[in-house]
């Protein structure tokens, strides 16, 4: 996720809060700075205030929008005028959240963007006899449930979400963390490796594939 929001402890609480709740997340309070990030590395979901000092909020949008860039954004702002809303939507904004708002519809509303990002409407995904609550973060595979920690987490959901494809390690590494990360791209294959060892079981169908030289793919 981008955050792009020039109030302080607002930015710092949204950032603070959508790392607790498991996403990879990329702040900024300048709105060239935020442009920047937005059209130079591939997010999910941009969350974007209007009012931003160096460009404002539907600047960025129409730039982000013409240069095809598909990401959904969703636009916070104070202002609460049917003319404010229908600017915004009009330029390309996927949701519309008013301040002050509560942090759990923000996070609802992230959630419905990527779901709607990979065609996912379900809350719930299934593959074979694993189930996985996106709304919950939880999984069971058989009727066991299995714990994840946050880092893997976030790897398998990223895979579901894309569940048939096959995932460049590069793709899945710029998904889970975030762009100043220390992290190397081999950190991958080792989260992987923890995956396959909680979610495997001996006498059932494999469920994450290595695709030799492509990346990793996760389905029957």
Request: charged share 30%; proline share 3%; net charge neutral.
């Amino acid at each position: 996720l981008l955050v792009i929001e020039d109030y302080p402890p607002l930015q710092q609480s949204l950032t603070k809060g959508l790392r607790e709740a498991d996403f990879a997340v990329d702040a900024t309070r300048d709105g060239k700075e935020g442009l920047w990030y937005a059209t130079s590395n591939e997010y999910d979901v941009i969350i974007l205030d209007l009012m931003l000092p160096g460009m404002d909020g539907l600047e960025i949008l129409k730039k982000i929008r013409a240069k095809g860039l598909k990401t959904h954004v969703l636009i916070l702002t104070a202002k609460d005028t049917v003319e404010d809303r229908v600017a915004g939507l009009n330029l390309g904004a996927d949701d519309y959240l008013v301040k002050p708002f509560a942090f759990e519809e923000l996070l609802a509303r992230v959630r419905a963007l990527l779901r709607r990002n990979y065609q996912e409407k379900n809350p719930s995904i299934r593959i074979k006899d694993l189930r996985i609550d996106l709304s919950a973060k939880r999984l069971w595979r058989g009727g066991e449930e299995i714990q994840l920690t946050a880092r893997e987490y976030a790897l398998l959901e990223y895979l579901a979400m894309r569940a048939g494809e096959t995932i460049s390690r590069s793709d899945i590494w710029e998904h889970v963390y975030e762009f100043n990360s220390s992290a190397s791209s081999n950190v991958v294959d080792v989260y992987i490796g923890y995956l396959r060892k909680k979610i495997e079981r001996p006498n059932k169908p494999a469920l994450i594939h290595t695709v030799r030289g492509r990346g990793y793919r996760l389905g029957a």
